[in-house]
Every structure is written in structure tokens, then in C-alpha cells.
């Protein structure tokens, strides 16, 4: 009975693995350019750490593809070891060697390689150990002990989530929010914003770096689009004087979504947070 049960959760650890390693290959493929953000820049050099981290992504799949799909096969878990230590070897690196990188794990967002991502890979590992044991295909585990193994399921994913700093403002910033209205005895209030604080996030954007050398003022102008702060400066181009107009989050400080659009002095429009 007992090894029953335990060969029945072994076994649900296939489609937990595989589907955090697809997730995390999704997010590479999708978002190939923050591999230079992460410490893959310091270990292949920045030239090659797009092809690296598209690289990775493939042995991702690879091995998430053959988790999740039929048969269950030992080999399978042994792969998924590998890659999660593999993993916790690459943490460590990026830890040791280039520790204000980005961890490019399971999102896009810049979030350097802290305890909540050896946590997560640790956790992996956790996972990949007993699905070594495995007997059946996840879905005949699932069918056989349905309240044990959704629970399971329910319960890993959970904690991966939590461990993922990449996706707090999914989750964790919203809960934020939701608990100090309920509880702030201002919640009620209407909220104002610091510009100062705006232009202190505009400065740490790329967007920023990017026009710096071309603008020639301080900031001339500020206004609120919905959720953007719109702040605007003077600037000259190659083609003439224009106007410098950023789109800057307003309610989070996410300095990678700020845009930018130069705008030429002649045209009148200037152009709102979907600009680039």
C-alpha cells in the first residue's frame, strides 16, 4: 500500500518537472535578448549568450517533452537531474562571478540570483529524485490516487511560484496592494505619486541611456496617462531639435518597460506610452 502511494506520487513528478522546464524554455524563446542580462554574458561572452540561451531553452524542451509525454522511462528523471544541478552549478556561478545579473529563469523581469532561486532549484531537485521511481505515466498516477497527486501538484507549483521573483508582480504585488487597502487607514485616499520619483526610475532605464547624450535640458514637462507618467525633455538628433517624450510606469518601479520617442520639433503629436 505504502509503495503504492509512493510510486503514485513519484510518478506525478514527471509532468511537475516537465512543465516548469517548458515554461522556463517558453519564456527563452520568447524573450531572447534578456540572456544579456543574465551571468551567461560573463560566461560565453556577450556575443554569444543569445545563442546560449536559446540553446538551453532546446535541451529545455527536449527534456520537458519527454517528461510529459508517454512512457515513463528512468532516463528521463536522470536527465531532469542533471539539468536542475545543473542549474543550481550555474546559480552558483552567477552568484559568485556576476552577482547584480539577472537570473532569466522562468520570466523576463531583471531579478538577480538571490536564496529564493537556490530555493527553487533545490526544490527541483527534490523533484527529480523520486520521480527516478517512477512505474506509471503521470496521467495514470493522477487517475489511480486523484486527491493525493492533485494536492501534490497543486502544492509544488505553488512553491515554485513563490520562489520565482520573476513573477511577484504577478502575484505578490497585487496581494500587496489587496492587503493595504484592506488595511490602511489612507487606503481610501487618493494616492500621489512623487514625479521625482518617476524621473528617479526614468534614470535607471535603458530607454534613458540609450537618447542621454542627445538631451539638453532637465525635465520640461510631466502629465499621468492612466497607469504611465509621461515626462518630456528637450533633445537634438541628427535631423534637428526635438522632444524627448518617456512613458514611465506609474504605479510599479519597473525601469525595463519605460519607452521612449523622439519626437522632431516640426511634428506637433507627440506620441504616448505605446512608443519606441
Not at 28 to 47: D, H, I, M, Q, S
Request: glycine letters at 6%; proline letters at 6%.
Amino acid at each position: 500500500m505504502i509503495e503504492s502511494a509512493f510510486a503514485s506520487l513519484a510518478s506525478v513528478q514527471q509532468i511537475l518537472l516537465g512543465g516548469v522546464l517548458l515554461w522556463a524554455a517558453a519564456v527563452k524563446l520568447r524573450t531572447p535578448e534578456a540572456a544579456r542580462r543574465t551571468a551567461l554574458k560573463r560566461l560565453v561572452g556577450e556575443r554569444h549568450a543569445v545563442s546560449a540561451y536559446r540553446a538551453v531553452a532546446g535541451v529545455e524542451i527536449v527534456v520537458g517533452v519527454l517528461l510529459v509525454v508517454p512512457p515513463a522511462a528512468v532516463f528521463e528523471a536522470y536527465l531532469a537531474i542533471v539539468l536542475v544541478v545543473g542549474m543550481l552549478g550555474y546559480l552558483t556561478y552567477a552568484r559568485v562571478k556576476a552577482p547584480d545579473s539577472s537570473c532569466g529563469c522562468l520570466g523576463d523581469k531583471e531579478t538577480p540570483v538571490r536564496t529564493r532561486g537556490f530555493l527553487r532549484a533545490g526544490l527541483m531537485v527534490l523533484a527529480a529524485v523520486p520521480a527516478v521511481f517512477a512505474t506509471d505515466w503521470w496521467p495514470a498516477a493522477v487517475a489511480d490516487r486523484p486527491l493525493a497527486t492533485v494536492g501534490l501538484l497543486v502544492a509544488e507549483a505553488a512553491l515554485v511560484v513563490a520562489l520565482s521573483p520573476e513573477l511577484d508582480h504577478r502575484w505578490l504585488l497585487p496581494l500587496r496592494r489587496w492587503r493595504v487597502r484592506l488595511s490602511h487607514p489612507l487606503a481610501n485616499a487618493a494616492t500621489v505619486i512623487p514625479v521625482e520619483s518617476s524621473v528617479q526610475q526614468l534614470r535607471k532605464s535603458d530607454a534613458f541611456r540609450s537618447v542621454a547624450d542627445q538631451l539638453r535640458s532637465d525635465l520640461l514637462d510631466s502629465w499621468e496617462e492612466g497607469e504611465w507618467r509621461i515626462l518630456t525633455y528637450a533633445a537634438r538628433t541628427e535631423a534637428g531639435r526635438a522632444t524627448a517624450v518617456f512613458a514611465v510606469p506609474l504605479l510599479d518601479f519597473r525601469p525595463n518597460d519605460v519607452r521612449v520617442a523622439l519626437v522632431p520639433e516640426h511634428d506637433g503629436a507627440l506620441i504616448g506610452p505605446a512608443g519606441t
